[in-house]
Each structure stands twice: as structure tokens, then as C-alpha cells.
T-cell receptor, first 116, second 113 residues
């Protein structure tokens, strides 16, 4: 099946630090990638949709300037949490989909972010 | 717009069956089912695209009732490995929703020996 690689697996850093998370599709070209955030014992909440070569589309309530998304190639999307604070601590997961519809999303392994 | 899953949690003995339901208040284009183990990313189980469609993989199957805007996941003769949280992800028709999934709140399934 499709493989999506996400790095790093976990990050612990001080408040005010910016953190970059990478999401790569290893065996197919992903024109669309999705970024989710998941708090403990809760569902996956979509943060933004990232399309290759264009600006990301953010969900209502998600701060664009805080969560910077770049999708420069068909295999790589990055999420940068700028000036992170303890309330940004969460499990961040990316997923990748193919250009044609009706295809499943394949998830990366997730990044556990802890801000001290 | 978040689909509603029921039940919220279910406890089974190995070999027992379970049904997890996913209902939407809006018309659906497709329904995706995933299983997530603690601390891990969700793993794709199956996708249902057409009303009335049923799919199965080994002892896990699902159905999609387009009219009722709901889907059900059936787990037969459960195994210990089936334990985890099951999420349905719904895709709504419409250009801006293309490929975008809205996940239910999850159903925690625990299988005991």
C-alpha cells in the first residue's frame, strides 16, 4: 500500500520555538495532503488542505500565520508551528491523497509535539 | 457536520461480533473507515462510494446506505488485534469538499481473551 513518511515522530521544545514537521509520500505523487490535529481521546480535526503549488486552505478557526503550510512538490508538504505555546501541544498527523477522487487517504505516523 | 458514531465504546470477548454505526446529517459522497491504535496513526480499512455498496476484508465488512446517510462497520468473530478506536470519515459532495474527510468522534473497541 501507499506509504507516507512523517518526521519527526516527536518533539519537545520550549515555548516560543518554531517547529517544522515534514510529510512525504514515498511511492506516489500526492497532489493533495491534509494536516490534522488530534488531542488525547478525541477525533482527528482537519486543520488545512495542502495542494501542490498553491496556497493551503485552512479550516475555520485555524490560524494561518501560526500554522504555516508549504507544499512545494508532489511528494513533500511541511507544517511549521510558529512561536509554539503549551496549548499547541498535540498529535499532528498528515495524510496524502491521489489526484483522482474516490481514493483513501494514507496517514503518516504522526508527530507528538510537546511544548514546555 | 461531524458524523455521529455509535456506540461510543464496546467491549467484546474474542470471537464475538460488533457493529459500529456512522450517521451524517448531510448527504454523503463517500465513507471511509479507519482503525487507530493508541499512539499510532489511523490505518485505512475500507472506502464505500456508492449507496448500497458493501465491502469486506476478511472478517471486517461495511455497508453504505446513501438514502439514510449512514454507514455501518461489521466486525465478525473479533480477534484481539481488532482492539482500537474506529473512525468513520465522511466526504461530502461539492468542489471545495473534494477529498476532504470529516471524522466522527470515534468508537473504542476492546476485545478481551
Amino acid at each position: 500500500g501507499a506509504v507516507v513518511s512523517q518526521h519527526p515522530s516527536w518533539v519537545i521544545c520550549k515555548s516560543g520555538t518554531s517547529v517544522k514537521i515534514e510529510c512525504r509520500s514515498l511511492d506516489f505523487q500526492a497532489t493533495t495532503m491534509f494536516w490534522y490535529r488530534q488531542f488525547p481521546k478525541q477525533s482527528l480535526m482537519l486543520m488545512a488542505t495542502s495542494n501542490e503549488g498553491s496556497k493551503a486552505t485552512y479550516e475555520q478557526g485555524v490560524e494561518k500565520d501560526k500554522f504555516l503550510i508549504n507544499h512545494a512538490s508532489l511528494t513533500l508538504s511541511t507544517l511549521t508551528v510558529t512561536s509554539a505555546h503549551p496549548e499547541d501541544s498535540s498529535f499532528y498527523i498528515c495524510s496524502a491523497g491521489r489526484a483522482n477522487g474516490n481514493q483513501p487517504q494514507h496517514f503518516g505516523d504522526g508527530t507528538r509535539l510537546s511544548i514546555l | 457536520q461531524q458524523p455521529v458514531q455509535s456506540p461510543q465504546a464496546v467491549i467484546l470477548r474474542e470471537g464475538e461480533d460488533a457493529v459500529i454505526n456512522c450517521s451524517s446529517s448531510k448527504a454523503l459522497y463517500s465513507v471511509h473507515w479507519y482503525r487507530q491504535k493508541h499512539g499510532e496513526a489511523p490505518v485505512f480499512l475500507m472506502i464505500l462510494l456508492k449507496g448500497g455498496e458493501q465491502k469486506g476484508h476478511e472478517k471486517i465488512s461495511a455497508s453504505f446506505n446513501e438514502k439514510k446517510q449512514q454507514s455501518s462497520l461489521y466486525l465478525t468473530a473479533s480477534q484481539l488485534s481488532y482492539s482500537g478506536t474506529y473512525f468513520c470519515g465522511t466526504e461530502f459532495p461539492g468542489g471545495t469538499s473534494y477529498g476532504k474527510l470529516t471524522f466522527g468522534q470515534g468508537t473504542i473497541l476492546t476485545v478481551h481473551p
